[in-house]
């Protein structure tokens, strides 16, 4: 994967895994605005766009590149001020896809790392459920044993359909698998 990513100009092996998901539910559609949280180097912004999509709004702690249909903000996506100033960089758009690809930098320590991608998932949960236009859909990285249950029932309160896949563009001997969601109910009532 890695050298193919090379040899076809994906910024990362990454792309493969969100092209196998998109292969397996059909994610991508035409005209769609996109967020893409932790999004560095870009490879899924990448993948987006080369499925016509018509713009992403990308975060990242870490710079990336200039991508022609992207903004890129490098910011935590734990700032309060994070899923505004998304919104903004889509024209005050709804997202119609959420992604996250987010990962913790690993501390080595594997409960630690896991509970750490966990809160990540969370976050972007619940940017997903306050922010995506109705019927939308939402991909998130989760580690096996994932969400908690609590998270997914109300995942599965918001969304038509809820799934999980690991693409084979992930390494088997990775615990990441990914929590697909589609069919976006709209917010739910207070
Ligand atoms: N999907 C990307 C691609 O195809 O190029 C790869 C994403 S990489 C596996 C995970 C990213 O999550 C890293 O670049 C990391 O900096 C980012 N990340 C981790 N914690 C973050 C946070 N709190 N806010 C924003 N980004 C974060």
Request: net charge positive; aromatic share 6%.
């Amino acid at each position: 994967y890695v050298h193919r990513a090379r040899a076809e100009g994906w910024r990362s092996r990454a792309a493969f895994k969100l092209l196998e998901l998109d292969e397996r539910f059909s994610l991508f559609r035409r005209d769609m605005a996109v967020v893409d949280l932790g999004a560095a180097p870009g490879g899924w912004a990448q993948a987006a766009l080369k499925h016509g999509v018509a713009m992403v709004a990308g975060i990242d702690l870490l710079p990336i590149e200039p991508l022609a249909g992207a903004q890129f903000l490098q910011m935590d996506v734990e700032d309060p001020a994070a899923a505004g100033v998304l919104l903004a960089a889509l024209g005050g758009r709804k997202p119609d896809l959420v992604l996250s690809d987010m990962a913790a930098n690993t501390t080595g320590h594997k409960p630690t790392d896991q509970i750490r991608t966990g809160a990540l998932a969370q976050i972007a949960c619940d940017f997903a459920v306050q922010t995506l236009a109705p019927g939308g859909a939402f991909v998130t990285k989760v580690f096996q044993g994932g969400l908690d249950a609590q998270a997914l029932a109300a995942l599965k309160r918001a969304f038509a359909h809820v799934r999980h896949a690991k693409p084979p563009a992930s390494r088997a001997e990775s615990s990441e698998i990914y929590l697909v969601a589609q069919g976006f109910r709209g917010a739910l009532k207070p």
